[in-house]
């Protein structure tokens, strides 16, 4: 079921196309091509410089959210593979800057190791830098994850435009860590899908065992890392969500209960396309989502976004993060939230101040019944 054909790209290096392709649509952006890194032109020394990355494959993470009021400087690794210390380094290089650096990683062996490393040897030159590492799954519970910690995901992006936007507004680098950390405490996330993603460049037999044609797996990570939970047949779209939620917010799965949403608690929610699922599907499953919290949860999320922030490749699935708003920070975080920034990736750009309303039925005027005539071809 997996969708394996891919273009060629055997004589090219598909990641740094990638990247220079971005620097194509973005005039802000600039490549260093021998470090894989993209950095804003336009950043200021008089700034925290917020720099993240990891192995491709995520797109839009990381490089895409570079730009103004997001990251500063993003460092991509090839397809599922962490980036060197050298080039890691090399990307904190990129800027200088009088206040520090934040560097933004998500909680796995070779990102942690990799990023770390660079860190010190910042350190050692005498950079000023914080490391915040971002764990977001809950499907992966307290017993197996005991000795790595829970895996980062796609609530990476909310940490990323929070930080872009502290950063902005002057923020001294120990009080962007410092609110980074309480939104990392304060988030969660699960994933679904119909099939593991396929990887270009690699043939058939490389590829983890791919599902069966009716088979969905649950808590799925972002690399092909197998799910908790398979079922034999693929589910009600409306099942499968009931089910999400309960690893999401049940508290009392002490395996999965990392964070309380209690009454009057605002909360945001991101539904994240791994890749594969249709712009159709996932705004239906993003709207019933949204109905099914305000139903049997009682939470009506303060700000939501749906659209594709952490994908795997061509992973056919979603996931759903929820973020406690409240117990992260308050009113403090949806501002950070709403302020502008400048990015490929970071699509929301309305205007969040009329909240979404569901009608039922919509009045006319100027006309009636009789007078709407149905259109029958000739």
């Known amino acids: 079921m997996s969708y394996s054909k891919h273009w060629d790209y055997s004589n090219e290096d598909l990641v740094l196309l990638h990247l220079k392709g971005l620097c194509a649509i973005n005039p802000c952006l600039t490549l260093v091509e021998d470090s894989k890194v993209i950095f804003n032109s336009n950043c200021t020394s008089d700034k925290v410089i917020v720099v993240s990355g990891g192995g491709s494959g995520h797109e839009p993470t990381h490089a895409g959210f ?65 490391l915040v590492i971002v764990a977001d799954d809950v499907a992966v519970g307290r017993t197996k994850n005991g000795l790595v910690g829970r895996r980062g995901l796609a609530g990476v992006i909310l940490v ?35 099939d593991h993603c396929s990887v270009p460049g690699r043939g058939d037999d490389d590829e983890l065992e791919l599902l069966k044609p009716n088979e969905i797996e649950v808590g799925m990570g972002i690399h092909n890392e197998p799910g908790v939970k398979k079922y034999s047949t693929i589910p009600k779209i409306g099942s499968l969500i009931d089910e999400l939620l309960i690893y999401l917010l049940s508290q009392d799965d002490k395996e999965r209960s990392y964070v309380p949403f209690n009454d009057n608690d605002e909360v945001v929610l991101l539904v994240n396309n791994l890749g594969g699922t249709s712009v159709l599907e996932l705004y239906a499953i993003g709207d019933m989502v949204l109905q099914k919290l305000a139903e049997i949860y009682s939470i009506n999320p303060v700000r939501t976004y749906i659209g594709e922030f952490t994908t795997s490749l061509n992973g056919q699935g979603f996931s759903i993060t929820l973020l406690n708003a409240t117990k992260a920070g308050g ?48």
């Open 66 to 130: 570079v730009g103004e009021g997001l990251l500063d400087v993003a460092i991509a690794g090839n397809i599922f593979a962490s980036p060197s210390a050298k080039q890691i380094l090399n990307g904190l290089r990129a800027i200088k800057s009088e206040k520090g650096y934040l560097l933004i990683v998500k909680n796995y062996t070779g990102d942690i190791l990799h990023f770390g490393l660079a860190a010190e040897r910042a350190k050692a030159l005498g950079m000023n830098v914080e």
């Open 160 to 194: 990323h435009k929070i930080s872009g936007a502290k950063s902005i507004l002057g923020a001294s680098l120990s009080d962007i860590a410092q609110v980074s950390q309480k939104v990392i405490d304060n988030m969660v996330t699960v994933a679904a899908s119909l």
């Open 331 to 378: 009113s403090e975080i949806v501002s950070l939230l709403d302020m502008p920034s400048d990015s490929v990736g970071w699509t929301s750009r309305l205007s969040l101040k009329n909240h979404y309303k569901r009608i039922d039925k919509v009045k006319t005027f100027g006309c009636t019944n009789e007078n709407i005539t149905d259109f029958k071809s000739t």
